[in-house]
């Protein structure tokens, strides 16, 4: 394929100069030649994305060519899998699919259904937007955060969480140790950096961020402030979530006292629990309470993620059946959901686990 298309490339590039505009062909031809020897060639190369001939050229340099040269430029960089509607194949931006993933695969979460999808899509169709999208996850373990964070990276980037526009920080796997703090400061810095200036729209995961020192949240804190640039580098197409278990028991006694007064959890409001998530936030011993990324009130949304009830878990090993190609029937739903703890003690109404082993427990259930 590329000795296919190879020879009619070099015969476009070589055309009169008085064709085209010389400072963008320029630019286009060395993108292509370094596309070549870094990706085809495998040359030994270091990209620098603030060079104009790293980037793919975004003004249009073919406007004099002739129609048949140009399409045939065009097939031979498709060939190579490059080019997509995006404009970025990485990138995907599937809101649809964001919305029918969390609609169908979450359950009893709607806040988050809500406020996540609509967080999202407005940041993602507003490309002048005046920062970076910054969001709280918030709740027991085992009710989603993880999960939500996986389905927002899945439809926005075509490799998902695997893709190199996507980072995972663990807090206490990656930054352990409080006396290297200074240390870690730096290497995150460089790291969010590096991956932003790769990207044209990166996405940053900080699991467990309640066990973030507070000068490592600092140290990033001029990355999700209302900055046009930061060292000559704009991140405000960068969007950062945190998952924390902070704020869980009091999501759980709203929860509860709903439940107690007749009334249904999907009449849970944003204004029940925001707030008082806030408030937590900044009280509890910690990275968050003590970071300028509280005080600068920097974080968009607090999303608070509810307890699941015995019919939750019921869809969610449902779900875990069908991911594996199984199937079962109400009997044994029941089963499984009946094998979990459920709180507070004389209630038995919320899955003490979430449905975070159900995968795993299933296992036990097979014939």
């Known amino acids: 394929m590329f000795a296919r298309w190879f020879?009619?490339?070099?015969?476009?590039?070589?055309?009169?100069?008085d064709f085209f505009q010389l400072d963008s062909i320029s630019n286009t031809t060395t993108y292509y030649f370094n596309y070549i020897y870094c990706n085809i060639w495998e040359g030994d190369c270091q990209p620098h994305h603030d060079d104009a001939t790293q980037q793919v050229p975004t003004r249009d340099p073919w406007a004099g060519f002739p129609q048949d040269y140009v399409s045939l430029a065009h097939q031979w960089y498709c060939s190579l899998g490059q080019c997509c509607e995006s404009g970025d194949c990485r990138i995907t931006n599937n809101i649809s699919g964001l919305a029918k993933d969390l609609q169908t695969k979450l359950h009893g979460?709607?806040?988050?259904?809500?406020?996540?999808?609509?967080?999202?899509?407005?940041?993602?169709?507003?490309?002048?937007?005046?920062?970076?999208?910054?969001?709280?996850?918030?709740?027991?373990?085992?009710?989603?955060?993880?999960?939500?964070?996986?389905?927002?990276?899945?439809n926005l980037y075509r490799d998902g969480v695997k893709s190199e526009c996507v980072r995972l920080f663990i807090a206490p796997f990656h930054f352990p140790h409080a006396r290297l703090v200074d240390t870690y400061k730096g290497q995150l810095r460089e790291a969010i950096r590096d991956m932003v200036l790769r990207c044209p729209q990166t996405l940053f995961i900080f699991d467990e961020a309640e066990k973030l020192h507070p000068g490592l949240i600092d140290a990033i804190k001029p990355y999700m402030d209302h900055y046009d640039n930061v060292d000559g580098v704009n991140y405000r197409r960068a969007i950062f979530l945190f998952l924390s278990n902070i704020g869980g028991a009091t999501i759980n006694d709203v929860a509860l006292d709903f439940w107690h007064s007749g009334q249904n959890r999907e009449d849970i409001g944003m204004e029940d629990l925001e707030h008082r998530l806030r408030a937590e936030t900044m009280e509890t011993q910690g990275g968050f309470a003590q970071s300028e990324l509280m005080s600068g009130h920097l974080i968009d949304f607090f999303v608070p993620f509810l307890p699941l009830e015995y019919r939750?878990?019921?869809?969610?090993?449902?779900?875990?059946?069908?991911?594996?190609?199984?199937?079962?029937?109400?009997?044994?739903?029941?089963?499984?959901?009946?094998?979990?703890?459920?709180?507070?003690?004389?209630?038995?109404?919320?899955?003490?686990?979430?449905?975070?082993?159900?995968?795993?427990?299933?296992?036990?259930?097979?014939?």
Request: with cysteine; proline share 6%.
């Open 109 to 154: 979460q709607h806040l988050v259904q809500s406020v996540v999808l609509k967080a999202v899509q407005g940041f993602v169709k507003n490309p002048e937007s005046n920062k970076p999208l910054t969001l709280s996850f918030h709740g027991w373990s085992g009710t989603g955060k993880n999960f939500v964070a996986r389905i927002i990276a899945d």
């Open 312 to 367: 939750h878990v019921k869809l969610c090993a449902r779900d875990a059946y069908a991911a594996r190609g199984l199937e079962t029937d109400e009997a044994t739903l029941d089963e499984v959901a009946k094998a979990m703890l459920y709180v507070p003690k004389e209630e038995r109404l919320f899955s003490a686990q979430g449905c975070k082993s159900i995968p795993q427990r299933i296992n036990f259930f097979l014939p």
């Open 7 to 17: 020879p009619p490339l070099l015969l476009v590039l070589s055309a009169e100069a």
